[in-house]
């Protein structure tokens, strides 16, 4: 899989990835404050942030993989940099990546449009949320709260994967750092829609 | 015998497959069981001050509280289960309470699993063993290895960027428009300057020959041997000998076979 990529792009997926995971620790400290208010389902409403690498990485590498690898790697800084859920932490990145990998797969990797971006963050909602049901005996509560859960969490993979995370790389590509990934010669070229302001 | 001489790959699959095997049971006496060992195991066979680990611990038991209090109240209450108490449409039942009562152990038991492995394990050590045991592409791993070194410098370059806004008398955001506004103006220079500097470190590791060729040496080796596996199968026996202890004293739940 990676025998296609170039140096440059593994660093840079290496470098979203370690970036992203000091923002995934931040936001376990939040929702934590939110998982005290309302109890479990307060992590599904912030949950999507943490699928939000993969739909950078992938919109701006666009090579198989990258949605998947960068979730992973994000994942394994996160436990070297002291998260204590540990080892299993990393299979849980897995399990995302491979959410909105398989959406980025199912358009053969040529596609990324807004939609596209939006059904990979709720594919990473849909593929999390069965390894949670596993994991965390989700079979214990109650039917309706668990499907309450599983919707909040989609919307949420929707909202703040995928449409912040289209937002956040748009605004990366108009600094020009992008300019010789293909996302970077949109902007220049004013391809993409300009509904968003620099 | 220190823990921080085994196989990081090993004791990583270790963690993982306790946790998935841990998965299983329903009952809080196999994960306060396990959770016991594996803590007692990580104080005397990791050195590991209970300072240091209690430290790191404890916000799980706080998760852990929410985690059963949400179990309780929204619990799924199963027809013949003894009924504890009723108030309204709530009901608590003797099973429930368990089931509650299990999952939040199973959090503090995944928790102890994860911390014997991360405070007896060296970052870079793991990563080596990822490339030699598993197969990990040195050119994934090394771009790791090269972003783990960012950290330090993104560190300096967000605080470069907060004291030039506070020079510049930005205003402290307060409505949900600003707060994302703030976002955006630390996120995007932050990452844009990360980038440059990725592309500059591959530039600079391909000039000095790294191709990323699977069939390298390494100064550091890290090696498996039987006492790697010994380790990996005394954890999980110790996961099944909690089963088993709970089982004999009657505790034993696998969730009733329901899922």
């Given at each position: ?198 | ?121 060296k970052p870079a050590e793991f990563l080596l063993s990822l490339m030699q045991q598993c197969r990990l592409p040195p050119k994934l791993a090394y771009g790791i290895m090269a972003g783990y070194r960012f950290l330090p410098l993104i560190k300096e370059e967000f605080d470069i960027i907060r004291n030039a806004h506070r020079i510049r008398g930005v205003p402290k955001a307060r409505t949900l428009s600003e707060k994302l506004a703030e976002l955006k103006r630390y996120a995007v220079p932050l990452l844009a300057g990360a980038i440059r500097k990725a592309e500059r470190t591959a530039m600079a590791m391909e000039s000095k020959g790294f191709t990323g060729d699977r069939n390298r040496e390494f100064y550091h080796k890290i090696s498996v041997s039987w006492k790697d596996w010994a380790f990996f199968a005394f954890f999980i026996a110790v996961v099944l000998a909690s089963a088993y202890v709970s089982w004999l004293f009657g505790f034993l ?7």
């Open positions: 899989m990676l025998d296609k990529w170039k140096l440059r792009e593994v660093i840079v997926l290496s470098v979203l990835a370690v970036v992203f995971a000091v923002v995934y620790l931040v936001f376990v400290q939040f929702g934590n404050v939110l998982y005290g208010m309302l109890g479990l389902i307060g992590y599904d409403l912030i949950f999507g942030i943490w699928f939000i690498v993969s739909i950078i990485a992938a919109y701006i590498i666009r090579k198989p993989g990258a949605a998947f690898l960068s979730e992973t790697i994000a994942a394994a800084i996160e436990v070297m940099i002291g998260n204590a859920v540990g080892p299993r932490l990393i299979l849980s990145g897995m399990i995302q990546g491979i959410g909105a990998e398989a959406v980025f797969a199912a358009t053969k990797w040529n596609n990324y449009r807004t939609w596209v971006l939006i059904a990979a963050g709720m594919g990473s909602s849909v593929t999390s949320f069965i390894w949670g049901y596993f994991i965390s005996g989700y079979a214990a509560f109650s039917p309706g709260y668990v499907t309450a859960m599983f919707f909040v969490r989609l919307i949420s993979g929707a909202l703040l994967a995928g449409l912040l995370g289209k937002w956040l790389s748009e605004s990366l590509a108009k600094t020009g750092a992008l300019s010789s990934f293909p996302i970077g010669k949109e902007i220049k070229r004013g391809k993409s829609d300009n509904g968003i302001t620099a | 015998m220190l823990l921080h001489e085994f196989n990081p790959s090993i004791k990583a699959l270790t963690v993982v497959v306790c946790v998935l095997v841990l998965s299983i049971f329903f009952d809080p006496v196999t994960p306060f069981l396990t959770l016991a060992v594996t803590a007692a195991a990580t104080f005397i066979f990791g050195r590991v001050s209970f300072r240091r680990w209690i430290l790191l611990f404890s916000p799980f038991i706080f998760m852990a509280l929410i985690y059963i209090w949400s179990a309780l109240v929204f619990s799924k209450a199963i027809e013949g289960e003894t009924i504890l108490w009723t108030w309204g449409i709530f009901t608590l039942t003797e099973e429930s309470f368990q089931r509650a009562l299990s999952l939040g152990m199973r959090v503090l038991s995944f928790t102890s699993l994860s911390l014997l492995f991360m405070l007896t394990t739940q696998l969730y009733n076979g329901k899922l």
